[in-house]
């Protein structure tokens, strides 16, 4: 039997201060041998994307250039930048414990259904929805989602026209005002006291939403027409 005997070219105390020094730069997993170092990058890469297979100085190269595009907190290592996002996680919702791009791609696909303001920075649209609030109602301070939802419910309630945003609302509400009169400007739960209060005095047909009451108007004109052209 012929045994292979792999003979290094450093011996292991020069092996051991080539890794202190790059220790000193990168930080305690670089003491590990090699392949322990991959399988450590390898299962590091599970969690948080193909970049951490990378060696340590490329993959310092490729924060220093997100920074740039996204801010000096991707400068931090993995585990403080997770650190940091279950703090803002707790201040802002779970959707900013995605990547930043995935954030970006969220943010973008919101803004579709809700508006320029959620490209915003959490901050500045929680900042944005407080002035919006004071002009429409504490349900803005709400998120998207849940407002979404509240929207929704509401819906069910009073009609369509709920499920607009408060501004396409109440330029709607502005447009059926000049159609119908001064009370379709109040808040919907304040215009349905109203309407009892009229179907009270004039009858059932009051108490349904305008474009309703419209349409039965319509018929109760058409069966007038044909009564009196027979008559």
């Known amino acids: 039997m012929v045994l292979i005997h792999v003979i290094s070219t450093r011996s292991p105390s020069q092996t051991k201060g080539v890794n202190e020094e790059r220790a000193l730069g990168y930080g305690k997993q670089f003491l590990k041998t090699p392949w322990q170092a991959r399988e450590a ?5 599970l969690g948080y994307g193909k970049q951490f297979l990378k060696t340590s100085w490329q ?6 250039k997100r920074a740039l595009g996204y ?4 400068l931090k290592t993995p585990w403080q930048a997770r650190e940091a996002n279950e703090k803002r996680a707790l201040g802002y919702g779970k959707q900013f414990l995605k990547t930043p791009w995935q954030a970006r791609e969220a943010n973008e696909k919101r803004a579709l259904g809700y508006g320029k303001q959620f490209l915003k920075t959490s901050w500045q649209a929680r900042e944005a929805n407080e002035k919006r609030a004071r002009r429409y109602g504490k349900q803005f301070l709400k998120t998207p989602w849940q407002a979404r939802e509240a929207n929704e419910k509401r ?7 709920f499920l607009k945003t408060s501004w396409q609302a109440r330029e709607a509400n502005e447009k059926r005002v000049r159609r119908y009169g001064k009370q379709f400007s109040k808040t919907p ?6 309407n009892e209060k009229r179907a009270r005095r004039y009858g059932k047909q009051f108490s349904k939403t305008p474009w309703q009451a419209t349409s039965v108007n319509e018929k109760r004109a058409r069966r007038r027409l044909l009564v009196s052209m027979r008559k």
């Open 155 to 161: 819906a069910l309630g009073y009609g369509k026209q």
């Open 41 to 45: 990058n390898e299962k590091r890469a």
């Open 189 to 194: 739960w304040q215009a349905t006291s109203v």
């Open 71 to 74: 801010g000096k907190q991707f």
């Open 59 to 64: 993959a310092r190269e490729a924060n220093e």
